[in-house]
């Protein structure tokens, strides 16, 4: 069978099945009202304005019933089909993208629903940079502060070199069946689709973006957002 002549796409994939049990909202975070929007709204505003995305798919609970009045209008894919870990999550959201047409060879870029101050052009660079590359890569920003590494007693066991880390942010982008193959290798292990695919024995781009690409977690990141989104 002849090699199909389609460049390989580009589709975002949004996990957003999680309960935000750290934040201390008592509701998903990702629907959190962060400057007149739900937090979700802003990151699916951010990829929304991304022309290379093909499209966008965001993974729910199947239990979730607060999307569709939270994003009214989205113009993207949903697919209820998230799982117990976030690596159980993207995995169902490949697949969907699979039954929607996408191959082995297109690329993915999965970005977490609560890092919501993304910008386009963050995005951009990461496609630039990641298009030609046979691996793969990764938004990220290199470490300021001065590492500590602590014990069980919440005492200092040891400074940690800094020099050559980086804070891995998202989105992370691989081709679709590299980063299937790795996630179900490494399975609820995977705390992201780099560690994954570094398991199979290759080395993502580390493409640097901003400290302000955090991912909102805790009580006190939902009012920094909030400033920032408002400024």
Request: proline residues 7%; neutral net charge; aromatic residues 6%.
């Amino acid at each position: 069978m002849p090699a199909d002549p389609t460049p390989p796409r580009c589709y975002a994939l949004v996990p957003a099945a999680g309960v935000g049990e750290r934040s201390g909202a008592g509701m998903p975070k990702q629907y959190v009202m962060l400057a007149g929007r739900p937090l979700l709204a802003h990151t699916l505003a951010a990829l929304a304005a991304v022309p290379r995305l093909t499209q966008t798919l965001v993974v729910l609970s199947p239990a979730d019933d607060r999307f569709e009045a939270a994003v009214p209008g989205f113009a993207g894919w949903v697919a209820r089909v998230g799982g117990a870990s976030r690596a159980d999550s993207v995995l169902g959201g490949l697949a969907e993208l699979r039954r929607r047409g996408a191959r082995d060879e297109d690329w993915v870029l999965v970005h977490d629903a609560a890092r919501c101050l993304l910008r386009p052009e963050w995005v951009e660079a990461l496609i630039a940079a990641c298009l030609p590359d046979a691996v793969g890569g990764l938004l990220a920003q290199p470490v300021a502060d001065t590492l500590k590494a602590g014990d069980a007693a919440g005492r200092v066991a040891a400074t940690v070199d800094r020099r050559d880390k980086w804070a891995a942010q998202t989105p992370q982008m691989f081709r679709l069946g590299l980063v299937e193959r790795a996630l179900a290798a490494m399975g609820a292990a995977a705390t992201d689709e780099a560690s994954a695919v570094e398991a199979q024995g290759l080395a993502p781009l580390l493409v640097r973006a901003s400290a302000a690409n955090f991912k909102v977690t805790w009580p006190e990141d939902f009012a920094l957002a909030e400033r920032l989104l408002a400024g």
